[in-house]
């Protein structure tokens, strides 16, 4: 007997295309998603001990959305609007930021533009 939550267990999909199909409110576990490609609503979707290496997300709307215990090394950000974004517990060794509104950024509290107004002063 199949369990009514596993209509489909160990099919395989492969290079199947599904569209306009309404999957609100699925579970996928275990499943393999590579190389797949979404043109979808994944509005209050959560993603869980999940393996998303060498994604590319290109207009996407993550207004809202919630990061924790994630590993974005290499990641490369452009045009990127992080306003109002709030970073705690954070690790920028290496990182580079170039060509950014740094206007009201505080670190540890501090405003930017005033370290940088004290960087040039005591050049």
């Given at each position: ?18 569209a306009?199909s ?11 998603l ?10 209050n979707a ?17 207004h ?13 950000f452009?045009n ?14 290496n990182?580079?930021?170039?060509d950014a ?23």
């Amino acid at each position: 007997m199949t369990d009514k939550n596993t209509p489909f267990p160990d099919t395989q999909f492969k290079s199947h295309d599904f569209a306009k199909s309404d999957m609100s409110d699925a579970n996928f576990n275990g499943v393999d998603l590579s190389k797949s490609r979404f043109w979808a609503i994944l509005k209050n979707a959560k993603f869980v001990d999940s393996n998303m290496e060498a994604c590319d997300f290109n207009d996407v709307n993550l207004h809202n959305s919630t990061y924790e215990n994630i590993n974005l090394s290499d990641a490369r950000f452009n045009n990127i609007n992080m306003s109002g974004v709030s970073f705690s517990n954070l690790n920028l060794a290496n990182a580079e930021i170039n060509d950014a509104n740094l206007e009201g950024m505080k670190i540890n509290g501090v405003l930017v533009s005033d370290l940088f107004e004290s960087f040039e002063k005591n050049k």
